[in-house]
């Protein structure tokens, strides 16, 4: 323990994520010693459990209702939020029962909500979720709504896990980059200051590809995309959506990769006799290119150029994907010219799918103890702010 701590005592918080995969519930246990070391921030956390639920296909099915626009979606947006939160709570419950944790022992839950809509330039991003329920049933204090804060001081509101990973991942050995393939791929450029935003596409077209033709939930390893070829005229034509070139920050969601999106290139002529499979093989490069880009784009323009990456460690469900990593390996060798090992953060000890769920009790750590939880140089908020809201228990 470092001089100068704010709290000694080792506290429990809990994270729950749901990300735009809609892949299932995580709960993460995190274990928090000290918060503030002489105005650092300087997280002495422990992953305590690790617990996930599969989604129901009717909850599934319901919270892709809510996409898009639709009919009477009020009422059906607080009924969905209902059900959903209550799926939230039975699971985190069962993360504790399976830990043999007391609920009295979890100081709060941060709870992300599923994100129906993200209009960051409009000023709002929408987590759908009941806080009230989940103190209701589970009898803990829950925070939530952590992206609002941070949009009305001007910034994307996302992402918010680079502050973590540079907390956990940063060495002075290495330059590291981070990068989140949930639905979205997210990047963490580690270091003073820490840089982050969304890359683009993460799994999201590849499972919805691979569900439309196959009925898999996903294209498990990347098997079914190496069964194609790149084909080079498709991943010209999707790069060229001026998402691609916008200068960061920036951050993105279901609003724009959406099933519509890729439908739009497709109903193009030319890609008329494209095989479903080269299709997979394509966005499987789309989101390597799109992230090997984006390595590009950060050496060039932080410090002068003078930083490069020596090491890019992946996580979320994308690093279960070993043709994915392959691909990123070879995009960033095409691009950089030189090799960069692409490996999954279980090299270092951490299991790809826990680390955004920690991350968001590590937040609600930040907001219950009044410290800023969001990182001005990443989602471009005019300064440090506590965010989210507290439901008491
Ligand atoms: N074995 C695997 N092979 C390929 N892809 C996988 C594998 N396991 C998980 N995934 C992908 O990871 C996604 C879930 O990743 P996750 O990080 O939970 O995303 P999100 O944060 O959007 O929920 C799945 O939808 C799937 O596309
Ligand atoms: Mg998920």
């Known amino acids: 323990m470092v001089a100068g701590t704010v709290s000694e005592k080792k506290r429990y918080f809990a994270g729950v994520m749901t990300g735009t995969s809609l892949d299932g519930i ?19 956390l422990e992953l305590a459990h690790f617990f996930s639920r599969p989604m129901d296909r009717s909850l599934v099915d319901a919270l892709m209702s809510l996409q898009s626009p639709s009919e009477n979606e009020l009422h059906r947006a607080a009924l969905i939020a209902n059900s959903f939160s209550d799926s939230i709570a039975r699971t985190v419950l069962e993360a504790l029962t399976s830990h043999g944790i007391s609920r009295r022992a979890i ?3 941060g709870v992300h909500g599923q994100t129906v809509r993200h209009q960051p330039q409009l000023g709002y991003s ?3 979720n009941s806080p009230a329920r989940i103190a209701e049933i589970t009898g803990i204090t829950v925070v939530s709504d952590f992206r609002s804060r941070d949009i009305a001081a001007g910034g994307q509101g996302a992402p918010l896990v680079p502050a973590f990973h540079q907390a956990i991942f940063q060495s002075e050995s290495e330059h590291r980059a981070v990068i989140n393939i949930g639905g979205i791929a997210n990047i963490s450029w580690l270091g003073q200051p820490t840089l982050g935003y969304d890359t683009g596409p993460g799994n999201l077209l590849l499972d ?14 990347g098997l079914w995309a190496s069964t194609g070829n790149l084909h080079t005229p498709l991943l010209h034509a999707m790069l060229s959506d001026p998402f ?7 951050s993105t969601g279901r609003d724009l990769f959406s099933e519509n999106w890729l439908n739009t290139f497709l109903s ?3 890609f008329a006799n494209l095989q479903a499979h080269d299709v997979q093989a394509t966005l499987l490069h789309l989101t390597a290119r799109s992230i090997a880009l984006e390595i590009q784009r950060l050496e060039r323009s932080v410090d002068g150029g003078k ?3 020596d090491r890019l460690l992946v996580c979320g469900g994308g690093a279960r994907n070993g043709h994915l990593l392959e691909a990123i390996g070879h995009e960033l060798a095409a691009i950089l010219e030189r090799a960069i090992p692409v490996e999954s953060t279980k090299v270092l000890g951490w299991d790809p799918q826990v680390i955004e769920a920690a ?19 990443v989602t471009g908020a005019i300064g440090e702010r506590i965010l989210g809201t507290i439901t008491p228990a």
């Open 307 to 309: 930083r490069q990456c």
């Open 107 to 109: 100081d709060a839950i």
């Open 208 to 221: 919805y590809w691979i569900r439309r033709h196959q009925g898999h939930d996903y294209d498990n390893n």
């Open 126 to 128: 929408i987590q759908l």
């Open 26 to 44: 995580d709960v993460a246990i995190v274990e928090i010693g000290s918060q503030v070391t002489l105005g650092h921030v300087r997280p002495a």
């Open 244 to 250: 691609f070139s916008v200068e960061p920050p920036r």
């Open 268 to 270: 193009q002529a030319r």
């Open 359 to 377: 991350a968001f009790a590590w937040l609600a750590s930040r907001t219950i103890d009044g410290l800023a939880g969001n990182t001005p140089s």
